[in-house]
């Protein structure tokens, strides 16, 4: 993928986390095979008042480039400034945040609330780019509303002012990190323009990522918080996209696009209800999944925890808002290794009567009950 000057290599880039990816944590995913790494969200006004705290954030070393430096503010002016000062310190890629929801950056006018003023983000937008020779990037969310209007509107602005790429989560403000993200919009945003345009959310193993590129055609593929303790997604993404298979259980587990195979052995697996009654509910070793086991019914997700993935069961017929809700109750574990997986205090504390097992050749975790199928 070639953004402005910039050419990347196949592979997942990194998504900028505030408090999250600082230069530590960007080295681990460089080495981990990261194509492109961000800063966490620097503010425009700190860098032109002359803030320490923002300016430590463009520290950065040679082994982490190409850098991209996300830069959020609402002022033209200001955020021209600043732009200078991010290309002055030696970044590869300059990012503008149109997608933070959070309220205190909201209330400036910056991050989503310019997805609500094209007027502003043209001015902004042209700004910048009189300001750098820097590839421009900018990084939305899918508007205010869950049409895609807005992203589509200023996805074609951004192109209009010289930007070179676009980063589209398609969640809503509103939303934040809560619900699905909803990828025909980056397949809507795709087909309306000619730069790149990288797909972000839901991507928590490689098998999620082929997926959002088949299915929407997007340039590339952006991680977030998967990657927070767990770097070795990018291994697996690039791996991936050179055609070799995920390894370990879970490259049986997830082949199939990042959900488990109907045809997949069920070592492992749990439903939601065997965990409240400590017992596998009829699904054990023998059991192929989608059987005529209790709660066969049932939609099986995975969502990857410290440790090992939980797999959860949600019922297809359940709204948004009930998946959502039930999203925050995982059922279980698979582990691609053969050590028992590892919970936090918080977790073994709100869910002590969890049933816990771990993937084929590994051993029931003694963190919690074991289970009799």
Not at 117 to 132: C, G, I, N, Q, W
Not at 162 to 178: L, M, N
Not at 326 to 353: N, Q
Request: net charge positive.
């Amino acid at each position: 993928m070639r953004i402005g000057a910039l050419t990347l290599a196949p592979g997942a880039v990194l998504a900028p986390l505030a408090g999250i990816t600082n230069l530590p944590f960007r080295l681990l995913a460089r080495e981990a095979g990261c194509v492109l790494v961000f800063s966490e969200m620097v503010s425009a006004e700190g860098l032109v008042h002359g803030s320490a705290n923002s300016r430590a954030l463009l520290r950065s070393l040679p082994a982490e480039q190409p850098l991209g430096v996300q830069l959020f503010g609402a002022d033209p002016a200001r955020m021209a400034a600043a732009a200078a000062m991010v290309e002055s310190a030696g970044a590869d890629l300059l990012d503008i945040n149109f997608g933070c929801s959070v309220k205190k950056v909201v209330k400036t006018g910056a991050g989503a609330a310019l997805m609500r003023d094209p007027a502003r983000a043209a001015a902004l937008l042209t700004s910048v780019r009189k300001a750098v020779r820097l590839p421009l990037t900018v990084k939305l969310r899918t508007g205010w509303e869950r049409s895609g209007a807005q992203a589509l509107a200023i996805g074609r602005l951004a192109q209009e002012c010289g930007v070179d790429a676009v980063t589209i989560h398609p969640r809503t403000a509103a939303q934040k990190f809560s619900g699905r993200a909803d990828w025909t919009v980056i397949a809507a945003l795709k087909q309306a323009l000619t730069i790149p345009v990288i797909g972000n959310g839901d991507i928590f193993c490689a098998g999620d990522a082929a997926r959002m590129l088949t299915e929407t055609g997007c340039d590339a593929v952006m991680v977030g918080r998967r990657a927070i303790g767990y770097p070795r997604i990018f291994t697996e993404i690039a791996g991936m996209l050179r055609g070799e298979p995920v390894p370990g259980a879970l490259g049986k587990l997830f082949r199939g696009g990042g959900r488990l195979r109907p045809d997949a052995p069920a070592a492992g697996v749990v439903h939601e209800g065997a965990a409240r009654r400590g017992r596998a509910a009829g699904v054990g070793a023998e059991h192929p999944l989608g059987g005529a086991g209790p709660r066969a019914d049932r939609g099986v997700r995975a969502r990857p925890m410290r440790g090992g993935y939980f797999i959860r069961t949600v019922p297809p017929a359940w709204t948004a808002s009930q998946r959502s809700k039930r999203a925050r109750a995982p059922v279980g574990v698979a582990s691609d290794t053969t050590a028992s997986p590892s919970f936090s205090p918080i977790a073994r504390k709100r869910w002590p009567s969890l049933l816990v097992m771990t993937g084929p050749g590994a051993k029931t975790s003694s963190t919690f009950p074991a289970a009799r199928p």
